[in-house]
Nanobody, 123 residues
Framework: QVQLVESGGGLVQAGGSLRLSCAAS????????IAWFRQAPGKEREFVAG????????PYADSVKGRFTVSRDNAKKTVYLQMNSLNPEDSAAYYC????????????????WGQGTQVTVSS
């Protein structure tokens, strides 16, 4: 069973930065492709960024390109999302998700999800 736990969310002013972490408990973490999604109140869950099992990053949502960077450390079984130049439109619950399939922008492609971490950006 794959368990994912996100952390690092919080309240930040516009223009600030946060780094989210997604820690996995599964022994075979290094074979999973990982994606970050986010969901704002009243909106659908949207794909943010992905990183494959070997550390190749991408794609990124157009709305975060150049500001967000995804990375992973397989030895620590952790995936990170560095978020810079945050703006109020980035406010959402952020989720990491794992799949053995290819990185996809569709939430339905991911059978394993964390519980989410809230990011709030004030103007």
């Amino acid at each position: 069973q794959v368990q994912l736990v996100e952390s690092g969310g919080g309240l930040v002013q516009a223009g600030g930065s946060l780094r989210l972490s997604c820690a996995a408990s599964v022994r075979t973490f290094s074979i999973y492709n990982i994606a970050w999604f986010r969901q704002a109140p009243g909106k659908e869950r949207e794909f943010v960024a992905g990183v494959n099992w070997s550390g190749v990053t991408g794609p990124y949502a157009d709305s975060v390109k150049g500001r967000f960077t995804v990375s992973r450390d397989n030895a620590k079984k952790t995936v990170y999302l560095q978020m810079n130049s945050l703006n109020p439109e980035d406010s959402a619950a952020y989720y990491c998700a794992a799949t053995l399939s290819r990185i996809s922008g569709s939430a339905g492609s991911y059978p394993h999800w964390g519980q989410g971490t809230q990011v709030t950006v004030s103007s």
